[in-house]
């Protein structure tokens, strides 16, 4: 769970690195031109704050009185003042400000009475609605408290220990607010207005092509808008941009002061205006108090990458491309490219979209928007997501066209010809996808599953086919392993040893290991039936294979042995202990391999109760396998502990790095930049947050590349989340506002990361080491670049984009567009990803490991861990629920 390592001063838990000299850091003077840096030198290892771990509610003012008074006007008035100076409660709808006033308790306190001490965790936030308190810091009075200031502040967002004591000089009453109260209310509140907004926004026709992703981030997006009754909201013949879609309340629409119709909540107006920026064509007036979500065409141009229109259409394509039952046995890769070349034309009603006499293998037609019927009887021959002609052109039918095909409405089609179809697939459709089975299969072979689909394009072209009749050997058992086999169709049995072990059928393969070793045969594979294979030789294999894509693949191999056992392993050394436990240097004493191995005992996970938490991390790195992600090879337990066996990662974490080389160049720090948008991606398309990205959990291995660890604070979610965890410096906004927050508050670390490798420090509160200073400076948002730094360079609006205040207009709309950030211009991610770009900064290890010691003289594996586990050993407070289940292990 988490980090193992909890003190600054540790190393890496899961790396061997050198000894930093921190005095090399550059210094670099801002009015000469060049720039100055002093980096911090104190590693925050952990995440600093994780509300997931708060220990039971501690009991604050235990003394007061609790009084069931109503509130008055005034004293309403005098809450609200006293929210508005806090980043926390600034951006409250009106509705749920009211709520949360209303759940506030007055406390009464007698003078002398203590409210809470310093150096105890807080646990509530208090307004003073009379009388007088001091606040005392180290025995100092340092500040006189009276009616209308409020302290406390920063238990509502977790169980932080108090910097002050607070005791009454006078009688006085609190207005009180806990944590528990605050948060839940909040969530409950966001929650019902998130889901509500999904709901419209599915209901908006002009969104219906959109993706589930691309609907996500316009709910993000989506401002209020309050109407009295009587306000126009928009007006006739006006200049329109703006979408309404009507939450509360009715609306009058009339048209040269005629009524035309009334609508209500769910209804919504103004779509037009998002596509074509028109006129409105309607005056539309509140007819009681109204309350709107809206949102602009340049708000979802600037969300969505692209113009809202071009974005449906190539939806559409997309979708009429899947709906077709011959064009869907594209590949996604394959899909894309038919999308990227179809040409976009609208047509009148009425007027002719394909004419009579056309030959039937031309052009493939996809209809979306409209709908197309034939010249002399009115049948209708395409409506939307159809896809005219797909079958014609893809058989080369012979023939022409007998009746012109015309517009039904506007209507505006996808085309495509015959020639650029072919052009873009690489060859005949029927060719291309007779292998696209293969091409799945190849996708979910292990030793396969990290390359790009270029590369595994390329293994498809060597494909050949090869058929068995009933009875015949295709592999014999000791024989040299010269080839690898998909099992196109039919059955085949396994032999081993003369016995019959398996029977093997449709897409499944084996051999895969001969096409990077010299293996021989482990059994016998024969013919069961008819039965016809893909095959691929280990010698054309190879020919493509670059040494660096062979080296990154005999890497993971090595991995993803998962038949080793605790029994297997020597322990070399302890890399690291922290609060929750122990990370140990082992080698597999046969192979040699090493590992890290992460140990948790028991005592500890029932004290802080984290199982919920382990399991969790368990999941998310079982469903990871990236190049630049660590790897999980297997998990253990026993009667004393849990263990998490893990690639063991040999280079120097990006903290020491930076304070290695000083200030990255935009080369540099493009390359870091790059790896983290490769590293997301991979997480988000699992639907897995980070929460806690940050130079001290990536790892820069003895090749130069980045590789994120430790995944105790991620997350797998849907829609939105609101746990505070994370390290201040670079925590999203939206992670500290409690109105929730999704995959994007990553988005907004790697801006701070980026920021910090070019000039030297974060750019919100890098002085300040209080954690709600930090957060206040964060929520001002003031972005200042360096005045040394390039005001051209791309880098420069790569970050800001990165640190947009709206989480949604971060990534640009898709991974794709990110991608396609000029900053980026000229990258080639595939070369990245196969790690052939070379690396601005390769860790210089010194480390020598004895293994031919630890093996021949073993130690005891179970004392080394007891050991370790009994000099960090403590009592800790269980959380209020805790309630350990009895089989929350059974996976591991």
Not at 712 to 735: C, Q, S
Request: aromatic share 8%; proline share 3%; glycine share 6%.
């Amino acid at each position: 769970m988490g980090s193992c390592v909890n003190k600054p001063e540790n190393k890496n838990v899961i790396i061997c690195k050198t000894n930093i000299a921190t005095s090399r850091n550059k210094v670099l003077d801002e009015t000469s031109g060049s720039a100055r840096t002093n980096r911090k030198i104190f590693k925050q290892k952990a995440a600093v704050i994780d509300s997931r771990l708060a220990v039971e509610s501690c009991v604050e003012a235990a003394t007061a009185q609790k009084l069931e008074t109503p509130k008055t006007s005034r004293e309403i008035e005098i809450i609200r003042h006293s929210l508005a100076k806090h980043f926390l409660f600034r951006n409250l709808q009106d509705n749920h400000a009211n709520v949360i006033i209303n759940h506030m308790q007055l406390y009464s306190l007698k003078s002398t009475e203590v409210v809470f001490k310093q150096g105890h965790r807080g646990n509530n936030f208090y307004v003073v609605s009379k009388g007088k308190l001091e606040i005392i810091v180290n025995l100092k009075r340092v500040k006189i408290l009276v009616s209308g200031d409020s302290f406390g502040e920063m238990a509502l967002l977790y169980d932080t220990p108090r910097t002050a004591t607070v005791s009454t000089i006078s009688e006085c009453n609190l207005w009180c607010l806990d944590r528990k109260t605050f948060r839940s209310t909040l969530e409950a509140l966001e929650l019902v207005n998130y889901e509500e907004n999904k709901q419209f926004i599915d209901s908006v026709s002009v969104f219906q092509a959109l993706t589930v992703s691309q609907k996500e981030t316009l709910v993000h997006s989506l401002t209020t808008q309050i109407f009295n009754p009587g306000v126009v909201i928009v007006n006739e013949g006006d200049p329109g941009d703006l979408l309404y879609i009507i939450k509360e309340g009715n609306v009058l629409v009339t048209k040269n002061n005629q009524e035309v119709r009334r609508m209500g909540r769910g209804f919504y107006f103004g779509e037009q205006a998002l596509l074509y920026s028109s006129p409105r064509t309607a005056t539309v007036t509140a007819v009681d108090c109204v309350k709107c979500v809206a949102i602009s065409g340049k708000e979802l141009n600037d969300l969505l990458g692209n113009k809202l229109q071009d974005i449906i259409y190539e939806n559409s394509v997309r979708i009429a491309i899947e709906k077709n039952p011959v064009l869907q046995k594209l590949t996604k890769w394959q899909t894309e490219s038919i999308v990227k070349a179809s040409k976009i034309k609208t047509f009148t009603d009425g007027e002719t979209v394909i004419s009579s006499g056309t030959p039937l293998s031309n052009n493939i037609t996809i209809v979306v928007r409209g709908a197309l019927t034939k010249n002399r009887n009115k049948t209708l021959v395409g409506k939307v997501f159809d896809a005219i002609n797909a079958e014609n052109v893809i058989k080369n039918t012979q023939g022409n066209l007998e009746d012109n095909f015309m517009a039904v409405g506007e209507t505006t089609v996808a085309t495509i010809s015959r020639e650029e179809f072919e052009n873009k697939l690489g060859g005949n459709f029927e060719d291309i996808t007779y292998n696209n089975d293969a091409f799945k299969v190849l996708k979910r072979i292990q030793i396969l599953r990290g390359l790009e689909p270029t590369a595994i394009n390329a293994i498809m072209g060597c494909l050949k086919i090869s058929e068995y009749l009933d009875g015949a050997t295709v592999v014999e058992q000791n024989d040299p392993g010269e080839a690898f086999f998909i099992v196109k169709s039919g059955k085949a049995e396994v032999f081993k040893d003369g016995h019959n072990v398996r029977m093997i059928t449709k897409h499944d393969y084996f051999g895969e290991r001969s096409l990077l070793f010299n293996n021989f045969r482990s059994a016998t594979v024969k013919a069961k039936g008819h039965l016809v294979c893909w095959v691929i030789l280990k010698s054309q294999f190879t020919e493509f294979l670059e040494e660096g894509i062979r080296k990154q693949l005999l890497a993971r191999i090595e991995l993803q042995d998962d038949t080793v056992n605790l029994d297997d392993l020597v322990i070399i050394k302890n890399l690291g202990s922290g609060m929750f436990g122990n990370v140990f240097l082992t080698v597999h004493k046969d192979k040699r391999i090493l590992y890290a191995l992460k140990t948790v005992d028991r005592p500890k996970i029932e004290s802080f109760d984290i199982t919920v938490n382990l399991v969790l991390e368990r999941k998310i790195l079982l469903e990871l396998d990236h190049i630049f992600i660590m790897k999980l090879v297997r998990t253990f337990k026993d009667q004393f502990r849990i263990y998490f066996l893990l690639e063991y990662i040999r280079g120097m974490d990006l903290f020491d790095v930076i304070r290695e080389i000083s200030l990255l160049t935009n080369q540099d720090c493009k390359f870091f930049a790059a790896c983290l948008i490769a590293i997301l991606e991979h997480l988000h398309e699992r639907e897995i947050i980070y929460r806690d990205l940050k130079p001290e959990n990536i790892v820069v291995d003895d090749e130069g590349y980045p590789k994120l660890i430790d995944f105790g604070t991620a997350k797998i979610i849907k829609g939105l989340t609101f746990t505070i965890v994370g390290t201040p410096h670079y925590m999203a906004p939206e992670v500290l506002a409690g109105h929730g927050y999704s995959l994007s508050a990553d988005y907004w670390s790697v801006g701070i990361i980026c920021y910090e490798l070019l000039f030297g420090r974060v750019p919100f509160g890098d002085e300040e080491s209080d954690p709600y200073t930090i957060y206040q400076k964060i929520q001002e948002h003031n972005l200042e670049f360096p005045r040394w730094s390039d005001k051209k360079c791309k880098s420069r609006d790569f970050i800001s984009q990165m640190l947009n205040a709206n989480p949604a207009k971060r990534l640009g709309g898709s991974f794709e567009n990110i991608k396609q950030h000029p900053w980026f211009l000229g990258l080639d991610w595939d070369k990245l990803l196969s790690k052939q770009i070379k690396p601005p900064y390769i860790p210089k290890l010194d480390e020598k490991l004895d293994v031919d010691y630890a093996i021949k003289n073993p130690k005891n594996f179970y004392e080394v861990i007891a050991k370790a586990e009994a000099k960090t050993n403590a009592t800790f407070p269980n959380k209020q629920s805790s309630r350990v289940l009895v089989d929350w292990d059974s996976e591991f």
